[in-house]
């Protein structure tokens, strides 16, 4: 069984410029999730997708972070204009079933971005 | 508040020793806890998880306990491998009509020969 793809693994901009991470989840998991994990700390939900509608984007910065998921499948997650602090690893997580009742999430390997 | 605390922050052990991660939470109402292992620049992968009325789970060398009274679970790695090196995660799911899951910062081990 395929797991959890992500991409880029790596990405290096200058703050202020833009970037977009893709993800494709495990094949018939209707939930994603976006994590942001800084270097040292666990990872932080971003926003929670349930097949292509929003369960929870409370800790999204909506300001200068965007995530989409159309047809309910892959998902981009966008950050515009990104700065210094946005410096981390992008995790992307599905788990099948209703907003991950048994708990078990199955991560990509991350996207990891730094802002220079 | 929410909260899992994990103890201590970094551990380092020589090969073939034994050492025990601590994880304290204050997560209600309580579903499930898990502790995941996170090799360096790789997603978590699960190692066990734990529900209510579970004291003990096993996974090889790995074996998680909960006291649900006391909101306390630990992670304890027998005979330890350099392979070991990695850091463990509690990750806590709360039931509160939706499901919750709340990270902890995690324990860096280090396994030296």
């Known amino acids: 069984e395929a797991g959890v793809a992500q991409s880029p693994r790596y990405k290096i901009i200058e703050k202020r410029q833009s970037v977009a991470f893709w993800c494709n989840p495990i094949s018939g998991h209707a939930t994603l999730y976006w994590y942001q994990q800084i270097l040292g700390q666990g990872p932080k939900l971003l926003i929670q997708f349930q097949n292509n509608g929003v369960v929870d984007d409370s800790q999204l910065p909506k300001d200068r972070f965007s995530a989409e998921r159309l047809k309910g499948v892959d998902s981009t997650l966008k950050i515009q204009p990104a700065k210094l602090e946005d410096s981390a690893v992008y995790l992307c997580a599905s788990s099948p079933g209703l907003a991950g009742i048994t708990g078990e999430l199955f991560f990509g390997e991350g996207s990891r971005l730094t802002v220079l | 508040k929410n909260q899992v605390e994990q103890s201590p922050q970094s551990l380092i052990i020589l090969e073939g020793k034994n050492c025990t991660l601590q994880c304290n939470y204050t997560v209600s109402p309580f579903s499930n806890l898990r502790w995941y292992k996170q090799d360096t620049g790789r997603g978590p992968v699960s190692l066990t998880i734990?529900?209510?009325?579970?004291n003990t789970k096993s996974n090889g060398r790995y074996t998680a306990t909960l006291d649900a009274d006391t909101k306390q679970s630990s992670l304890h790695i027998t005979a330890s491998q350099l392979s070991d090196s990695a850091s463990y995660i509690c990750v806590v799911t709360s039931n509160t009509g939706g499901f919750k899951t709340i990270f902890g910062a995690g324990t860096r081990l280090f396994v030296k020969a």
């Open positions: 734990m529900t209510f009325s579970e």
